[in-house]
């Protein structure tokens, strides 16, 4: 069974405390070079590739001198996702649509960016400043429209979950199209006997009848992002109703 080690905290707050007087020979390397590192390999070759032994090689140094900043190499994988998350900035005034737009331009640019990230579960996310920005962000920018309290933290994550699955797809086809050479269109092209010689039509009157109007004549990276933007207008549709509908007490919204 994994167990937490607190270990990863003090690394993950880094910047969040006094730094501590420096006393005798100054390190040669530091956290944030060994992260920095460890991302520019990942974003290169993939996650795979950003190893301790690789990372130190980078650096230069023995693979066991690296363990002196990060004690793993699961802790480094959290270190390097949660600088990535921080990397966004996320800070806005604006409204409540500018302020997700703004968040999803932000999130879809760091996976293109880090397209490894599609390689690591965010289903148990490393508890540091990049993650809690994200929360705090999306908490605020529902908080405008006015919901219960008790409303804020699933409309957040709902959010949240929507936007950045569409950002991990994309970078997941990015991976692909890396590894194998293909597109995902081309993937679909070197199936198309399937439809040809295998595809009932009887079985299948909804495809068919969608088939014959033209609507999957668009390649599969532009369906994805119809899809994403219909699925993300109804949802803050539905979100944006919730705040206005009915009546609440005021000490249940936040002040």
Do not use: C
């Amino acid at each position: 069974m994994e167990e937490f080690s607190p270990r990863i905290l003090p690394l993950l707050w880094r910047r969040h405390v006094p730094a501590r007087k420096a006393v005798g020979r100054p390190p040669r390397l530091s956290v944030d070079v060994v992260v920095t590192t460890a991302i520019r390999v990942a974003d290169a070759e993939g996650l795979e590739a950003a190893s301790m032994a690789r990372v130190a090689a980078e650096l230069s140094v023995a693979t066991m001198s690296l363990y002196t900043y990060v004690p793993s190499r699961p802790e480094l994988v959290d270190l390097m996702v949660d600088e990535v998350l921080w990397s966004r900035d996320l800070r806005s005034d604006d409204g409540f649509r500018p302020r997700i737009a703004y968040f999803a331009e932000r999130t879809f640019a760091m996976y293109r960016a880090h397209p490894w990230l599609a390689e690591v579960s965010r289903v148990r996310p490393p508890v540091g400043p990049g993650t809690l920005a994200e929360t705090e962000f999306l908490l605020a920018a529902v908080a405008t429209l006015g919901l219960p309290l008790r409303g804020l933290s699933p409309a957040a994550t709902a959010i949240a979950s929507w936007v950045t699955s569409a950002a991990r797809h994309e970078a997941e086809s990015a991976l692909l199209r890396r590894t194998t050479g293909l597109s995902t269109d081309e993937w679909w092209m070197q199936r198309g006997e399937m439809w040809e010689s295998w595809f009932d039509v009887e079985s299948h009157p909804t495809m068919t009848s969608i088939w014959n109007a033209g609507a999957f004549d668009r390649g599969a990276d532009e369906q994805a992002q119809d899809a994403y933007e219909y699925g993300l207008d109804l949802l803050l549709r539905g979100i944006e109703e919730r705040g206005t509908e009915g009546s609440v007490e005021r000490d249940d919204r936040v002040p």
